[in-house]
Nanobody, 125 residues
Framework: QVQLVESGGGLVQAGGSLRLSCAASGRTFSSYVMGWFRQAPGKEREFVAAISASGGSTYYADSVKGRFTISRDNAKNTVYLQMNSLKPEDTAVYYC??????????????????WGQGTQVTVSS
């Protein structure tokens, strides 16, 4: 079983930056694809970004491409989401998730096995 704990959320002005972190338990972190999702009030959970187990490949939603960067440090069992040029529409609870396997282009929440509790990101205009 994998436990995930997000941190780094907060309130930021439009155009600003935040870096989210997700710390994972377990000795097999380097075997999991890691993803970030977000959910705004009244909306479905949506895919943001994912990274392969080795960290060599990444995949992004069109809405964040060029602004957000996903990375991971397998020695620290941690995945990051660097968010730049934030917009009010980025406001949501952000979740990290993990899935066993090699498909880092998995964008459905149903394809992920373990989830963190979420961290709130609020972007003011």
């Amino acid at each position: 079983q994998v436990q995930l704990v997000e941190s780094g959320g907060g309130l930021v002005q439009a155009g600003g930056s935040l870096r989210l972190s997700c710390a994972a338990s377990g000795r097999t972190f380097s075997s999991y694809v890691m993803g970030w999702f977000r959910q705004a009030p009244g909306k479905e959970r949506e895919f943001v970004a994912a990274i392969s187990a080795s960290g060599g490949s990444t995949y992004y939603a069109d809405s964040v491409k060029g602004r957000f960067t996903i990375s991971r440090d397998n020695a620290k069992n941690t995945v990051y989401l660097q968010m730049n040029s934030l917009k009010p529409e980025d406001t949501a609870v952000y979740y990290c998730a993990s899935r066993w396997g090699s498909n880092y282009e998995a964008i459905s929440p149903m394809q992920y096995d373990y989830w963190g509790q979420g961290t709130q990101v609020t972007v003011s205009s």
